[in-house]
């Protein structure tokens, strides 16, 4: 069984940053990881992936803004949020076991969700 820890969420002013990290207890080949968010009354979204190969996705809104990156020898999946804005807020979790890149429906494994709350 695979089990991801997430930390880094809290709070920040519009404009500001944080980084959110994932410790994944083992990865599976050949699938995707990534993070995902769920605001208040909305349904869970892709916000990043990793491919198989090591290639990127990004949704609409986190293009330019979110850069997500992995530590291999750290078991770690990061998500660097940058000129973060009141739509941002969320509770966001990352993934592993997927097959695909930004359909939470297509992962397996899910982390316990870190909040982050964006005020102006």
């Known amino acids: 069984r695979i089990q991801l820890v997430v930390s880094g969420g809290g709070s920040v002013q519009a404009g500001g940053s944080l980084r959110l990290s994932c410790v994944i207890s083992?990865?599976?080949?050949?699938?995707?990881i990534g993070w995902f968010r769920q605001a208040s009354g909305k349904e869970r979204e892709g916000v990043a992936c990793?491919?198989?190969?090591?290639?990127?996705g990004y949704s609409n809104s986190a293009k330019g803004r979110f850069t997500i990156s992995q530590d291999k020898s750290k078991n770690t999946l990061y998500l660097q949020l940058n000129n973060l804005n009141l739509e941002d807020t969320a509770m966001y979790y990352c993934?592993?076991?997927?097959?695909?890149?930004?359909?939470?429906?297509?992962?397996?494994?899910w982390g316990q969700g870190t909040q982050v709350t964006v005020s102006s």
């Open positions: 993934a592993a076991g997927g097959t695909s890149c930004l359909s939470a429906g297509d992962y397996r494994y």
């Open positions: 083992r990865t599976i080949s050949g699938t995707y």
């Open positions: 990793i491919k198989p190969r090591g290639v990127t």
